[in-house]
């Protein structure tokens, strides 16, 4: 059973940074892939970026490409998601998801663990 803890969530202005880091504990994190998902008030959970096993192939929803970089550390067992040039449309609690190696992608339901979220809040 695979238990994700976030951090790194809080309030920074627009144009600001945050990093997130997603810690987790279990065992087998380097069998896992590992996704990053945000969730707005009223809006529906949304992909934000996912990363392979071995950290070499990673994905980005459009509205953050260019701004956002997912990566992790197999050997500390944790995924970070570095957000630059943050914007107001980036508000949202962020989660980070975990599901067996093969599976994943850009659907919520696709992922069998969650963290329990960090918010960000991106002042105007």
């Known amino acids: 059973q695979m238990r994700l803890v976030e951090s790194g969530g809080g309030l920074v202005e627009t144009g600001g940074s945050l990093r997130l880091i997603c810690a987790a504990s279990g065992g087998g994190f380097s069998a896992y892939e590992m996704a990053w998902f945000r969730q707005a008030p009223g809006k529906a959970r949304e992909f934000v970026a996912d990363?392979?096993?071995?950290?070499?192939?990673?994905n980005y929803a459009d509205s953050v490409k260019g701004r956002f970089i997912i990566s992790r550390d197999n050997a500390k067992d944790t995924v970070d998601l570095q957000m630059n040039n943050l914007q107001p449309d980036d508000t949202a609690v962020y989660y980070c998801?975990?599901?067996?190696?093969?599976?994943?992608?850009?659907?919520?339901?696709?992922?069998?663990?969650w963290g329990q979220g960090t918010q960000v809040t991106v002042s105007s």
């Open positions: 990363i392979h096993w071995d950290g070499r192939t990673t």
């Open positions: 998801a975990a599901v067996s190696v093969g599976v994943g992608g850009r659907d919520a339901s696709g992922y069998d663990y």
